[in-house]
């Protein structure tokens, strides 16, 4: 079975952390710049053909909070 995961979970551990962080800030380049490389295209949350500040802001609303 598929289990749906969250946008900018690239570890796919089941949760947005610091861990996702630090590889979106390795792929992140700004508007309209190419992802760097197949690795970096799955940073392009809103699939407009760049990382970037928007991108930021879809990872950010998904990241888990722990106690």
Do not use: K, Y
């Amino acid at each position: 079975a598929l289990t749906p995961r969250a946008g900018g979970d690239f570890d796919r551990d089941g949760d947005v952390d610091g861990n996702d962080l630090e590889r979106f800030t390795s792929c992140a380049a700004g508007p309209r710049i190419a992802p760097s490389g197949p690795d970096c295209a799955d940073a392009d949350l809103d699939c407009d053909g760049d990382v970037d500040q928007a991108d930021f802001g879809l990872l950010q609303a998904g990241m888990t909070v722990r106690p």
